[in-house]
């Protein structure tokens, strides 16, 4: 995982906790010569693409989305490094309105739905539910230990979901209160929401929405 060897090499010791779980969904796709180019908020909408979209354009949301777009063998990627609203004007500059349709895969709730915005603008866009995420069954027993002994310093948040659902899986595992020595890093002012209702020492929100920014505030 790229955050964890990031936090690894300013010396930190990374603790891997997913509080969700992905699955793909069967959903039929349009063909890639209707399109323009492809969406993505999330790296997990990637699995969904099979090699025939590999040739087309992709605008991604931030830099782990469009790492993960590469590695899976996208050669056309550009991110915007930001947030939703930075990549629906990166789109507005870069496509064209009277070209194909733009692919939008993702899950049935969102944080933002950009196909809105781009639609105002006068693009075509084409959004399919290809993912589905539900908390995992509990907290790993290494994440309960760590917490429950006051191990855990920082905690990072990448999307609301993640945020409710640790929420939830903690309250049932443990005492809210294990978190009150914690810092609690949030990708955006959505999910420090989500977080408020635990006790944290303190929530902290990256400057702008993207893994850079969060990283940051470890230093």
């Known amino acids: 995982m790229e ?21 793909l969904l069967p959903t039929a796709l349009p063909a890639p010569a209707r399109l323009q180019a492809l969406l993505l908020t999330s790296a997990s909408a990637v699995p969904a693409l099979s090699a025939e979209f590999h040739h087309l354009p992709v605008f991604a949301v931030g830099n782990a989305t469009a790492q993960a777009a590469r590695e899976a063998g996208f050669g056309r990627v550009t991110s915007a490094a930001g947030s939703a609203a930075d990549l629906a004007d990166m789109v507005r ?31 075509r866009v084409i959004r399919r539910i290809v993912y589905h995420t539900q908390p995992t069954v509990g907290l790993t027993a290494e994440a309960r230990e760590a917490l429950a002994t006051g ?12 945020a409710r659902a640790f929420g939830a899986l903690l ?28 006790p944290w020492q303190r929530i902290r929100v990256a400057s702008l929405p993207n893994q850079d920014e969060m990283v940051a505030l470890l230093t």
């Open 93 to 123: 500059r870069l496509c064209d309105r009277d070209g194909g349709s733009l692919l939008f895969p993702g899950a049935a709730r969102l944080a933002v739905d950009i196909a809105k915005p781009l639609r105002a603008m006068g693009f």
């Open 151 to 162: 191990e855990v310093t920082t905690a990072l948040f990448f999307s609301p979901a993640s």
């Open 171 to 198: 309250r049932a595992a443990l005492s809210p209160t294990c978190v009150a020595t914690v810092d609690a890093i949030a990708i955006s002012a959505a999910v420090a929401a989500d977080l408020a209702p635990l």
């Open 3 to 23: 955050t964890a060897r990031r936090v690894a090499a300013l010396g930190f010791t990374p603790l891997v906790a997913p509080v969700l779980e992905t699955s």
